[in-house]
């Protein structure tokens, strides 16, 4: 049997993907009940769950019966943006100080994956492994503090850009975390500092388009064929 801190973490996983995916829509109620019976937890458990998806921005609960997938306006995505490419500018410095080769192995075989979903035309999960790219980063870096911050703003941004998408190719992207990779290779801070900042600028000027929201889902089904992946 598994553990509290095992179901939770598998729950908290599959909420997650399901999320930034867009299987689960913004303002998608998330029943405790529901949750609770998928995963064989309490309610207690649950939520704690939320707690940390609220704490990543990916969920609201405030003043809620019912928590619901977060809807970031246009506004606070933009300024989510801004302080997220201030605080990678730094975490560029902290990789750099800590560059070896078992992290530039790490961090390619996070773009083979982007290129496999690329591949496959899979453009939500092209989507999440973009973010989680900089995950990767800031938890190399080595600051805890940083990668708590910066764990927030890129689990928000991953949905502010499944939220807020145009048709573009993900293609792009790949390509900019390769030349990235290159850069910190080389140790060129000022490089690497630049390099991210427009990155991210080119991120945030694809996908900040206001568009529909679509229906929501049966929660249910989405979480069966999330929690699988997530257990994996």
């Known amino acids: 049997m598994s553990s509290n801190s095992d179901r939770v973490d598998i729950a908290h996983r599959t909420l997650r993907q399901a999320i930034i995916e867009q299987a689960l829509k913004a303002g998608t109620k998330l029943p405790e009940d529901e949750i609770g019976r998928h995963f064989s937890m309490s ?40 302080i997220r490419r201030a605080l990678e500018r730094e975490m560029m410095k902290a990789v750099i100080k800590r560059w070896n080769p078992a992290i530039e192995k790490l961090l390619r075989e996070h773009v083979q994956e982007e290129e496999a979903a690329h591949a ?6 092209s989507t999440r492994l973009a973010g989680e790219f900089h995950l990767k980063l800031a938890e190399l870096s080595g600051n805890a503090l940083l990668e708590r911050y910066l764990s927030e703003l890129v689990s928000r941004c991953s949905l502010i850009l499944a939220m807020y998408s145009r048709p573009h190719s993900s293609e792009c992207a790949i390509s900019e975390h390769s030349g990235l990779i290159n850069i910190l290779k080389k140790g060129d801070q000022a490089a690497a500092e630049h390099l991210v900042d427009e990155h991210l600028l080119s991120v945030e000027s694809r996908a900040l388009i206001e568009d529909d929201l679509a229906a929501e889902s049966d929660i249910g089904s989405i979480l069966s064929r999330f929690s699988t992946r997530a257990a994996g």
Not at 55 to 78: C, I, N
Not at 120 to 125: A, E, H, N, S, Y
């Open 43 to 82: 309610r207690t458990l649950v939520r704690t769950v939320l707690a940390k998806l609220q704490a990543q921005g990916l969920v609201d609960t405030h003043h809620k019966r019912t928590a619901t997938v977060a809807q970031p306006s246009l506004d606070e995505a933009r300024d989510a943006f801004a």
């Open 120 to 125: 496959k035309g899979d453009v939500r999960l």
